[in-house]
């Protein structure tokens, strides 16, 4: 069984900053991509950034240049940044993960339960 547990989440003013952590356990036998994605009221799950195993990274339109991601490979952690941060970031944010759970295994897509984060003064 894999978990996705996400940690950091909370308020901020605009302008402020955040850290999410999202760590994943569990019977893991390789790694794709990690990333977050987000889903604010009434609106579709979009993506805010992804790391793929290489290091190659992709972000969603609306924070680039503020927000930054990384990823521990041996610690099976991805990390997001958030700069600069306004009331549109408010949103709950997800933790996906592409993985296989063991050599004959597909890749399949997994997500944490979600961390809130609002942006408001």
């Known amino acids: 069984q894999v978990q996705l547990v996400e940690s950091g989440g909370g308020l901020v003013q605009p302008g402020g900053s955040l850290r999410l952590s999202c760590a994943a356990s569990g019977s893991i036998f390789a790694i794709n991509s990690m990333g977050w994605y987000r889903q604010a009221p009434g609106k579709q799950r979009e993506l805010v950034a992804i790391i793929f195993s290489g290091g190659m990274t992709n972000f969603g339109d609306s924070v680039k240049g503020r927000f930054t991601i990384s990823r521990d490979n041996a610690k099976k952690t991805v990390s997001l940044q958030m700069n600069s941060l306004k009331a549109e970031d408010t949103a709950v944010y997800y933790c996906?993960?592409?993985?296989?759970?063991?050599?004959?295994?597909?890749?399949?897509?997994?997500w944490g339960q979600g961390t809130q984060v609002a942006v408001s003064s």
């Open positions: 996906n993960a592409i993985l296989r759970t063991g050599l004959g295994s597909g890749w399949n897509n997994y």
